[in-house]
C-alpha cells in the first residue's frame, strides 16, 4: 500500500471500529438490563428494542449510499455518525423503554457502512483493495470479541445508560477522525456521472454478492443463538466464553492473512472465495454433530467446538474482506455508492433474519434443526456462487471507468 492508502485503510478501519464497538458493548447486557425500564416487562417490547436498530438501519443503507455518490462520501459519513450519537446520547437518557426504542431507531437512522466502504474502494487500488477491506472486517470481529470481555465489567459499573453515553462518545470520536485524519476525498468523485439503484439490481454479479452477504450474517447470527449454551453444556461458564471466541478470532487473522493475500495475488480468489462458504458449511455439520452427540466429556466437547469456531473465524474474516472488495470492484464507480448501499441493506436484513428465524428453529427444532438449516444455506450459496468470476486487478473497465485497461485474468 501507498502511506495514502494506509491512511486512508487505518483511519476508516478506526471509524468502523469505534462504530461497531460502542453497539457491541450493549448487546451482551441489553436483554437484561432493558427489563429493569418501565416497560421492560414486556419481552415483545425488549426485543423490539433490540432489533429496531436493524431495521432503521436496513431501511437507509441504500439512500445514504446513493447521497455518498451525489454529495461525498465524507459529508454523508459525518451526518451518520452525528445521528448515531445523538441516537446514543437519547438511549442513554431514556427514563423508559418508549425512549429507549426511539433512541436505538435513531442509531439505526446513521447507516454509513456503505459510504465508508466506498470512500475505502475509491481510495484504494484494486490489488490493495481486498486488504484494505480486510482490516475493516477484521476490526469488526476484533471488537466483537473485546465487546464480550469488556460488556459485563463495564455494565456492572456504568450500566446500561452509561454504555450508551460512551456509545455516542466513541461516535464522536469517529466524527473526529473523519475530519482531521480520514484522506480528502479522490478529485475526479465530483467530476463522474451519477447511477441508480436500478443500475445495481440489473447486475447478476453484483446480486450474487447480495445473496451472499444475507445469508453469512443470517448464518452468523443464527448459530449464536445456540453456540453459547453449546458452550455451557461442555462445563465452560458463560463468563468464560471470551476465552473461546477471543483467541479464535486473533488466531484467525493469521490464517487470513498467511493465505488469503498471497492466493489472491497468485489469481485464487475465486478458489478462496468458494473454499471460505465451504468452509463454514462444514462448521454448521460439525455443531450438528456436537448438539446431536451431547453430553459427552466435557473437555473433550469443548476442545472440539473452540476448533470448530477457529475455523468459522477463519471463513467469516475470508468472505468479510472478500465480498465488500468484490461489490467495489464490480460496481461501476459512479454507481459504488449505490452497490453498497444495496449490499449493506442485505447484510442488515442478515442479522435481522438470522436472529428472528434463528430463535424460532431453536425454539421449534432444537440446535440440530437450527445448524442444519444453517448448513442448507450455505450449500445453496455456494451453489449460487458458482459462476461467478473474480475481477482481475484492473477492474475499471468492468466498473465503467472509460479508457481504463481491461481486467487481467484470473486462475479459478
Not at 464497538?21 to 437484561?32: D, H, S, T, Y
Not at 421492560?40 to 455518498?68: C, E
Not at 451525489?70 to 446514543?88: D, N, P, Q, T
Not at 437450527?370 to 461467478?388: E, K, N, R, S, Y
Request: aromatic letters at 10%; glycine letters at 12%; charged letters at 10%.
Amino acid at each position: 500500500m501507498t502511506a495514502s492508502e494506509r491512511r486512508a485503510s487505518a483511519s476508516l478501519a478506526s471509524i468502523f471500529a469505534l462504530r461497531m464497538l460502542g453497539l457491541f458493548l450493549v448487546l451482551p447486557v441489553f436483554a437484561l438490563e432493558a427489563a429493569k425500564y418501565p416497560g421492560g416487562d414486556d419481552p415483545a417490547r425488549v426485543g423490539l428494542a433490540m432489533g429496531i436498530y436493524g431495521l432503521t438501519q436496513g431501511i437507509l443503507q441504500i439512500p445514504f449510499g446513493i447521497a455518498s455518490d451525489w454529495w461525498g462520501r465524507k459529508r454523508v459519513i459525518v451526518f451518520g455518525l452525528f445521528m448515531f450519537a445523538l441516537g446514543s446520547f437519547i438511549a442513554a437518557w431514556a427514563p423508559d423503554l418508549n425512549w429507549l426504542i426511539a433512541g436505538r431507531s435513531l442509531q439505526g437512522a446513521g447507516a454509513i457502512s456503505a459510504a465508508v466502504t466506498a470512500l475505502l474502494a475509491d481510495s484504494t487500488r484494486d490489488e490493495v483493495r481486498t486488504k484494505a477491506m480486510a482490516l475493516v472486517g477484521g476490526g469488526i470481529a476484533l471488537m466483537f470479541a473485546l465487546s464480550l470481555v469488556m460488556a459485563p465489567l463495564l455494565a456492572s459499573h456504568i450500566g446500561l445508560h452509561g454504555l450508551f453515553a460512551l456509545t455516542g462518545t466513541l461516535a464522536l470520536a469517529g466524527i473526529a477522525v473523519v475530519i482531521w485524519w480520514v484522506p480528502p476525498e479522490p478529485a475526479q468523485h465530483a467530476n463522474r456521472p451519477r447511477g441508480s439503484v436500478l443500475e445495481v439490481l440489473q447486475n447478476p454479479a453484483l446480486l450474487r454478492l447480495d445473496f451472499g452477504v444475507f445469508v453469512l450474517h443470517a448464518v452468523q447470527l443464527a448459530m449464536w443463538m445456540a453456540v453459547p449454551a453449546l458452550l455451557v453444556g461442555a462445563g465452560l461458564d458463560k463468563a468464560s466464553h471470551w476465552q473461546v471466541y477471543l483467541p479464535a478470532v486473533l488466531a484467525s487473522f493469521l490464517v487470513m492473512g498467511g493465505t488469503l493475500f498471497p492466493l489472491e495475488r497468485r489469481g485464487y480468489l475465486r478458489a478462496v472465495f468458494l473454499g471460505a462458504m465451504g468452509l463454514i458449511g462444514i462448521v454448521q455439520l460439525g455443531l450438528l454433530w456436537v448438539s446431536a452427540s451431547s453430553p459427552f466429556p466435557a473437555p473433550h466437547s469443548l476442545g472440539v467446538l473452540a476448533g470448530l469456531l477457529f475455523l468459522f473465524f477463519c471463513g467469516f474474516n475470508v468472505l468479510e474482506a472478500t465480498q465488500p472488495s468484490l461489490a467495489s470492484r464490480l460496481a461501476p464507480a459512479h454507481s459504488r455508492g449505490a452497490a453498497l448501499g444495496v449490499y449493506n441493506t442485505l447484510q442488515s436484513l442478515g442479522f435481522f433474519a438470522g436472529g428472528a428465524i434463528g430463535g424460532w428453529l431453536t425454539k421449534t427444532q432444537g440446535p440440530g434443526g437450527l445448524f442444519m438449516v444453517c448448513a442448507g444455506l450455505m450449500l445453496l450459496w455456494l451453489v449460487v456462487a458458482w459462476p461467478m468470476k473474480a475481477p482481475g486487478r484492473q477492474a475499471a473497465a468492468v466498473s465503467g471507468d472509460a479508457g481504463a485497461p481491461a481486467a487481467q485474468p484470473v486462475k479459478l
